[in-house]
């Protein structure tokens, strides 16, 4: 009787051990799955990706993955892969999506855009302001991308079409420029290559036009109505590589030139949107010492205006004569 007591109680031991032993592998497999969620993902290249980073992540192996970069989110709007058929209405971004090599995507322009060659011979889907919405449903492009906004009931439309409509608006500052590279670039490749070729595209514009060694003192820029551009314009980020604009502490086009008068600049620079006789008929303009000793250039508004990888261009359009 003695013996039987004994083996239950060797049972009863037993079966205790196994099951603390089943609750500590619980516990060890629970928070080795805490664990993995906050391990870093890692892509055959070597590198660390955070986990947090949206991308999806494809099998292409046993033992290693790339991520896709896709989704990705560009000014609010999700674009789920790489686009086959693309849309753009605006002539600077259509410039910028052919030099990141993309134009192969391109099925139809905006009215505007007449470069590259190539480009302009695509189907026209009208003005930026007001694009022919019905023939852009028509030829069903993945993307529609624009530098205007389209009305909202438009883009809802456009979105139950299957179509993302993404809205890049025009730069201003370099570094907004820079940006706009970059999300051009993430459309069509994703997150991270994406991102790193506009960047890499953008750096080379910037390292040209801010090794130029122009040098043109304190300036103002003349634009069309013979305004004088302010210190928030993309026109004054540009030249201020190569000097101090004057009308800094001003808005927009809002600077009084009659203020010229006691605060003369060193160079003129004007947009060809204007004739230098406007520049020397102006009661203001005209009696500035710049002016009068030929320290005036002009150089093509669209620069500014559509700025795109030709804005390098700039460099060669101001003379040595003009600078100091």
């Known amino acids: 009787m003695k013996n039987k007591r004994i083996e239950i109680r060797h049972i009863m031991l037993s079966a205790l051990l196994c099951v ?9 497999n629970a928070d080795a799955g805490k664990q ?43 674009i789920e892969k790489a686009p086959q058929k693309v849309i753009c209405l605006s002539s600077s971004l259509t410039e910028i999506i052919c030099e990141l090599g993309h134009g192969d995507s391109l099925i139809g322009r905006g009215s505007y855009c007449d470069y590259p060659e190539e480009a302009a011979l695509l189907d026209d889907f009208g003005k930026p302001s007001a694009p022919d919405i019905a023939a852009v449903k028509a030829a069903a492009p993945d993307v529609l991308i624009t530098a205007t906004s389209v009305a909202n009931m438009d883009v809802v439309s456009l979105n139950n079409s299957g179509i993302r409509v993404v809205y890049i608006p025009a730069p ?3 570094d907004e420029f820079g940006r706009i590279y970059n999300a051009v670039g993430m459309i069509f490749e994703g997150r991270f290559e994406g991102e790193s070729k506009g960047s890499a595209v953008f750096s080379e514009i910037r390292n040209k036009l801010s090794s130029s060694g122009i040098s043109l003192g304190r300036f103002i820029y003349v634009t069309e109505g013979l305004c004088i551009a302010g210190g928030d314009t993309f026109e004054s980020s540009v030249l201020s590589l190569y000097g101090t604009n004057i009308a800094e502490e001003a808005s927009g086009y809002s600077y009084d030139k009659s203020l010229l008068t006691e605060d003369q600049p060193d160079t003129v620079i004007f947009s060809d949107s204007i004739s230098l006789g406007e520049i020397t008929s102006d009661s203001v303009l005209g009696t500035l010492d710049a002016v009068s000793s030929g320290k005036v250039c002009k150089v093509p508004n669209s620069y500014f205006e559509a700025p795109s990888g030709r804005i390098v261009g700039l460099v060669g359009d101001i003379p040595e004569g003009v600078t100091e």
């Open 20 to 28: 603390s032993l089943a609750l500590c592998g619980c516990d060890n």
């Open 36 to 78: 993995d969620d906050n391990t870093d993902q890692t892509v055959s290249s070597g590198e660390k990706v955070s986990a947090e980073v949206s991308g999806e992540l494809l099998p292409i192996g046993e033992s290693d993955t790339v991520i896709s970069g896709y989704p990705v989110t560009v000014n609010d709007t999700e």
């Open 172 to 174: 201003r500052t370099l």
